[in-house]
């Protein structure tokens, strides 16, 4: 069974910095070959993405995170991390690790996910 666990959420006031980890277990996948990826909700909005990369370690981000936010994977680890810095109170929301999104122009679309983590809350004050 797939098993995706997420870590380093918390409140930071505006301009601060977080580093979510993404820690995946389970022998269905061989995560080193998939595209993993970062996304965000907040209450009544849709899920968005905030990040992707893909196996070769091509990346993707949204357009609001765009020089603020680095994601990174250790295939070796099954691990995957996203480098949170510049934080603004428009960030605050809850973030989600997601295994074996679709590489492409589809990336940010959460109904092509396949496996969820359990959600880590990011909290940012003005």
């Known amino acids: 069974q797939v098993r995706l666990v997420e870590s380093g959420g918390g409140s930071v006031q505006s301009g601060g910095s977080l580093v979510l980890s993404c820690a995946a277990s389970g022998s269905e996948l061989m995560y080193s070959t998939y595209c993993m990826a970062w996304f965000r909700q907040v209450p009544g909005k849709e899920r968005e993405g905030v990040a992707a990369?893909?196996?070769?370690?091509?990346?993707v981000y949204t357009d609001s995170v765009k020089g603020r936010f680095a994601i990174s994977r250790d295939n070796a680890q099954n691990k995957w991390y996203l480098q949170m810095n510049n934080l603004k109170p428009q960030d605050t929301a809850t973030y989600y690790c997601?295994?074996?999104?679709?590489?492409?122009?589809?990336?940010?679309?959460?109904?092509?996910?396949?496996?969820w983590g359990q959600g880590t809350q990011v909290t940012v004050s003005s």
């Open positions: 997601a295994a074996d999104c679709v590489w492409g122009d589809s990336w940010y679309v959460a109904q092509t996910i396949n496996y």
């Open positions: 990369i893909d196996f070769d370690n091509d990346i």
